[in-house]
């Protein structure tokens, strides 16, 4: 908390470091909505959804795939979910994601990761990387 605290002092109006602290929300939002917040803790979802934003990125070459793996090992290892739950389709996720806070006038703003520690928000990404990215988690899931 008091970690956290110090972001929210340091960066108020959420315009740099602070978005570190949403890192994953808009997609663990979108997988919680798509479960009807059952199965997951909001948490774990984020975690999930951590993964996602750093496949993302990676996708955008702002980060190797290094450190997306070092993200998912490091979900591993704290024992959170890295997966996507099975059932849930890449058009449920782009429509829960639509209504995302972060959604401004019809355009969706995301977390992403310019390098580990350095969190944007931005809407500089293609749809065909953002359904890849969603693709890619939930053929992972329907695999399983």
Same mark, same amino acid.
């Given at each position: 908390?008091?970690?956290?605290?110090?972001?929210?002092?340091?960066?108020?109006?959420?315009?740099?470091?602070?978005?570190?602290? !949403?890192?994953?929300?808009?997609?663990?939002?979108?997988?919680?909505?798509?479960? !009807?917040?059952?199965?997951?803790?909001?948490?774990?979802?984020?975690?999930?959804?951590?993964?996602?934003?750093?496949?993302?990125?990676?996708?955008?070459?702002?980060?190797?795939?290094?450190?997306?793996?070092?993200?998912?090992?490091?979900?591993?290892?704290?024992?959170?979910?890295?997966?996507?739950?099975?059932?849930?389709?890449?058009?449920?996720?782009? !429509? !829960?994601?639509?209504?995302?806070?972060?959604?401004?006038?019809?355009?969706?703003?995301?977390?992403?990761?310019?390098?580990?520690?350095?969190?944007?928000?931005?809407?500089?990404?293609?749809?065909?990387?953002?359904?890849?990215?969603?693709?890619?988690?939930?053929?992972?899931?329907?695999?399983?």
């Amino acid at each position: 908390c008091a970690n956290k605290a110090d972001v929210v002092a340091q960066d108020e109006k959420e315009s740099g470091m602070r978005a570190l602290l !949403n890192l994953g929300h808009t997609f663990g939002h979108a997988i919680e909505t798509a479960q !009807n917040y059952q199965g997951l803790l909001h948490g774990e979802a984020v975690a999930i959804g951590m993964l996602m934003a750093a496949d993302l990125s990676c996708r955008l070459g702002w980060i190797d795939e290094d450190a997306v793996e070092r993200t998912k090992a490091i979900l591993i290892k704290a024992n959170l979910p890295h997966d996507i739950p099975f059932g849930i389709s890449v058009e449920q996720m782009r !429509n !829960n994601m639509a209504v995302d806070k972060k959604a401004r006038d019809g355009e969706l703003f995301l977390v992403l990761l310019k390098s580990i520690g350095e969190a944007v928000v931005t809407n500089d990404y293609t749809e065909e990387d953002l359904n890849s990215t969603l693709s890619q988690f939930i053929d992972l899931a329907e695999a399983v």
